[in-house]
């Protein structure tokens, strides 16, 4: 059965103060690795995809990196419009099928 | 370009009733996938549809049940209302087929089951 465990649950940084989010897996033939952020009572809002070990996306103040087992969200001098829950997600079938989601980490960035 | 979409926001039902939820697609795309986000948790896969098919089913009874329509739209029903059912409901679109793969969500639909 396909597992994806974030951590930590919940991580409060001060503005500015960089940090890394932990999505690790356990799978059977990774077709997908995908990042979302979610802002409270709303849908999740997409981010990044990684396919391969090695792979790195950038956008603004968000790096995402994969290894074979693990993926880190990297946050660089964060702000407080950062604070959000961001959301892990793996696709392991072939097609389009149905993704397995983390918890999530449950950011706040305190001013 | 219109993103997902999804109606209504809020729903408030009792137990033992039926519900409907209602997707509109990203345009361009074919493919609906519908999740279940309890509090505190990350989105469940409930089933995706494609070409007016169900094509692929997480771990939920028959209780819940879903169509697709020739314009790609869907819609989720949920018979027999549990308290358990109380939820966010997603739909999330894509593009069949290789490359296609990233889903957009949607806002959610809030079911309160009393």
């Known amino acids: 059965e396909d597992q994806v465990t974030q951590s930590p649950e919940a991580l409060r940084l001060q503005e500015g103060e960089s940090s890394s989010l932990n999505c690790s897996y356990t799978?059977?033939?990774?077709?997908?690795l995908f990042w979302y952020r979610q802002d409270p009572g709303k849908g999740p809002e997409f981010l990044f995809t990684l396919y391969s070990a090695g792979e790195e996306k950038e956008k603004e103040r968000l790096k995402a990196t994969l290894t074979k087992k693990e993926s880190f969200l990297h946050i660089t001098a964060p702000k407080p419009e950062d604070s959000a829950t961001y959301l892990c997600a793996v696709r392991t079938g072939g097609g389009a099928d149905g993704l397995t989601f983390g918890k999530g980490t449950h950011l706040i960035i305190q001013p | 370009d219109a993103g997902v979409t999804q109606s209504p926001t809020h729903l408030i039902k009792t137990r033992g009733q039926q519900v409907t939820l209602r997707c509109s697609p990203k345009?361009?795309?074919?493919?609906v996938s519908w999740y279940q986000q309890a509090l505190g948790q990350g989105p469940q896969f409930i089933f995706q549809y494609y070409e007016e098919e169900e094509r692929q089913r997480g771990n939920f009874p028959d209780r819940f049940s879903g169509h697709q329509f020739p314009n790609y739209s869907s819609e989720l029903n949920v018979n027999a209302l549990l308290l358990g059912d109380s939820a966010l409901y997603l739909c999330?679109?894509?593009?069949w087929g290789a490359g296609g793969d990233t889903q957009y969500f949607g806002p959610g639909t809030r079911l309160t089951v009393l």
């Open positions: 999330a679109s894509s593009l």
């Open positions: 799978v059977s033939g990774l077709r997908g």
């Open positions: 345009s361009g795309h074919d493919t």
